[in-house]
């Protein structure tokens, strides 16, 4: 069985199928007009501004970063939570950015997001938040000790390597939860391949989900592993005001991005439940957007 989980003798139509679908890429990115968010911040100010605008490089202006993205909706920086975690980070650093809707296949390792800097590209969120730290003057993680970045490291991975797949699982398999991707893909391909391309789409993700393990289970198996991992975070969190005490860090920028992307989508209404069952973490969704939305505004 080939990709598209037909027959290898399906000479005719596979060729046809990868010709049809490498050409919608290539008309969207073409065609489809990038819009930017751009958040400069100038040196002294207090305050930054987020806006569209065009940027006019300075030598008295720090390099212009270049995020490129899956966009956000539902009032989130992105329906990513890896791509939302680098833009949180920037807004809270009051680091001048751009963000543009990203193409994989330009990613120094195909996928999103990745940053340009001046001409140069780092990928991967965690190497970029890692990269922005080592350049600034006040870093989030700065005076944390051994001990707390271990226990960091560890909440990151319950977020990036198990509820991340849990969450995948539901929006791309579960049909109620699939309607909201699919409007999304049907507003930027073209008609009429918009109306089979998602479900292509659809079949590599929730391959690639079984293929990681947490889709060879079933509905209710999967949500327990959601479930179990809130109530692992719910009781890591307690009634500390951010992960590691009193001051907020970068494990806070990865915990927000995902419990966020939970909270605030339509999606998966069940694991939903799970969070809000639990006051600490919808408060603490709501402590870290304000300082969010603070340094943005």
Known sequence: ????????????????????????????????????????????????????????????????????????????????????????????????????????????????????EDGTKIADSAAIVRHLESKSKAPLDEGVDPKARAQAHVIARTFEESLYWVNLWARWSQDENFVHIKKQLME??????????????????????????????????????????????ATLLGDKPFFLGERLTTIDITAYSFIANVLRSPMYPALQDAVKAHKNLTAYVDRVAERVAAAAS
Not at 22 to 36: H, K
Not at 46 to 75: F, K, Y
Not at 83 to 106: H, I
Not at 205 to 223: F, M, N
């Open 188 to 233: 930027v391909i073209p008609a009429p391949l918009n109306w089979f391309v998602p479900g292509v789409i659809r079949k590599r993700v929730v391959a690639s989900a079984y293929a990681q393990g947490i889709g060879r289970h079933t509905p209710d198996e999967i949500l327990a592993v959601g479930k179990a991992d809130v109530e692992a975070i």
């Open 1 to 116: 069985m080939d990709h598209f989980g037909r027959p290898e003798a399906d000479l005719i139509g596979r060729p046809l199928t990868l010709a049809i679908v490498v050409g919608l890429f290539a008309y969207c990115y073409l065609a489809y007009p990038l819009r930017s968010r751009c958040c400069v911040v100038t040196p002294g100010a207090e305050d930054s501004s987020t806006h569209e605008q065009t940027v006019t490089s300075s030598s008295s202006l720090p390099p212009m970063i270049t995020l490129h993205t899956i966009p956000g909706q539902w009032g989130l920086e992105s329906i990513s939570p890896f791509c939302m975690k680098v833009e949180v980070y920037l807004k809270l650093t009051k680091t001048s950015y751009r963000a543009v809707p990203g193409d994989p296949r330009r990613a120094p390792k195909g996928k999103l997001p990745f940053i340009d």
